[in-house]
């Protein structure tokens, strides 16, 4: 039972345009959600997070975006760049908990 | 430089045998972690340890057993008893249990003939 999803397995972008990665989650008590970046061979690199009590987290060119009443969140990138391409993944925890990770979205940034 | 390293980074075994993956850190954190990751699925959770000598069992810990000895290292043994042992091992840490960080090694891939 995966309790965070990410339904689209790849996303192509042209170079300078956004990227949207989208994750949904059913575990209504989840407080904290992550995304996470990883290149092949690679372990994953944080990237951003964000807390139940916000909507909205901007870091740079990377936003992160939650709607609870949805059980929704999504990561924007703008703009997008070739060396954004990469599997990115979602996380979500309680209580700072375990943390329970979607399947991953690989991004192929086009120049 | 400060971070985890897991060791190998390729790993063949035959089928039936144990085998140990290991995992460093000199982050001086408290938690570690590790996770499996299958093609078209996330990571999931196998064991994790908030504190040396101390381990709790993960969403898929049937088959594989941990130690924590020493505040830097958490070695897996992968043991005969797991049916499906051919995956991607992550090893990770973080601060304190309640962080909103883990740091990643840069994996294991152990394929089982």
């Known amino acids: 039972d995966q309790q965070v999803k990410q339904n689209s397995p790849s996303l192509s972008v042209q170079e300078g345009r956004i990227s949207i990665l989208n994750c949904d989650y059913t575990n209504s008590m989840f407080d904290y959600f992550l995304w996470y970046k990883k290149y092949p061979a690679e372990g994953p690199t944080f990237l951003i997070s964000?807390?139940?009590?916000?909507d909205k987290n901007e870091d740079g060119r990377f936003t992160v975006f939650l709607n609870k009443s949805a059980k929704h969140l999504s990561l924007h990138i703008v703009p997008s760049q070739p060396g954004d391409s990469a599997v990115y993944f979602c996380?979500?925890?309680?209580?700072?908990?375990?943390?329970?990770f979607g399947s991953g979205t690989k991004l192929n940034v086009k120049p | 430089d400060g971070g985890i390293t897991q060791s190998p980074k390729y790993l063949f075994r035959k089928e039936g045998q144990n085998v140990t993956l290991s995992c460093e850190q000199n982050?001086?954190?408290?938690?570690m972690y590790w996770y499996r990751q299958d093609p078209g699925q996330g990571l999931r959770l196998i064991y994790y340890s908030q504190i040396v000598n101390d381990f709790q069992k993960g969403d898929i810990a049937e088959g594989y057993s941990v130690s924590r000895e020493k505040k830097e290292s958490f070695p897996l043994t992968v043991t005969s008893a797991q049916k499906n042992p051919t995956a991607f091992y992550l090893c990770?840490?973080?601060?304190?249990?309640?962080?909103?960080?883990?740091?990643f090694g840069p994996g294991t891939r152990l394929t089982v003939l």
């Open positions: 982050l001086n954190h408290d938690a």
């Open positions: 990770a840490s973080s601060i304190v249990q309640n962080s909103n960080e883990q740091f």
């Open positions: 964000i807390s139940s009590i916000k």
């Open positions: 996380a979500a925890s309680y209580n700072f908990n375990k943390f329970y």
